[in-house]
């Protein structure tokens, strides 16, 4: 018995740090969309709104949602004490920041120590793009119309990758 997730309440739980994380994180709610997974958007900052990051992480689970999705740049905090505070999967997407590229927002994100796991992803719209990916893999295990969304979209991809340079010249 599958269950089918379209249509109904979020299912993924896109945070980022800031406002300025949107422009990244838009890949994430793109890839989504063309999946027809359900998810919410919400500016929760680690380091700005603390309490609203309890509040969130502490009541995801009850709330429906299956993956968190965190992007932050910088001292990126808010994907390891997101995952700190819920059992449910967190995928970290680095934004690219100003000062050191997103290396900074990569290193803070993936260097978690051990006991409290944050799936990390590439810095900026790719990594926020297979974010995305990820979150409708982990949710296709349980949700058949999805997984054939999912086939189809990599389908898709595969057939727009010219062979030749002639071809899509
Ligand atoms: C982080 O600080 C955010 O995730 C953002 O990437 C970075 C800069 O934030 P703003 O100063 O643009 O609000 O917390």
Partial sequence: MTSTISDAKPAV?????SRSDWPTLKATADVLD???????????????????????????????????????????????MTASMTMLPVLGVPVESRALKGLDSLL????????????????????????????????ALSDTGLAARLAAWRAAQTASIAETLEDNA
């Fill in 13 to 17: 739980g896109i945070i980022m740090g």
């Fill in 34 to 80: 063309a999946l027809n997974v359900p998810y919410e958007t919400k500016v929760v900052s680690a380091h700005r709104t603390p309490k609203r990051l309890y509040d969130y992480a502490a009541t995801a689970q009850d709330r429906g949602l299956k993956v968190i999705i965190a992007g932050a740049g910088g001292a990126a905090h808010l994907p390891g």
């Fill in 108 to 139: 803070s994100i993936a260097q978690m120590p051990a006991g409290v796991p944050v799936g990390t992803l590439a810095i900026g719209q790719a990594g926020a793009t297979n974010a995305g990916l990820l979150a409708a893999g982990i949710l």
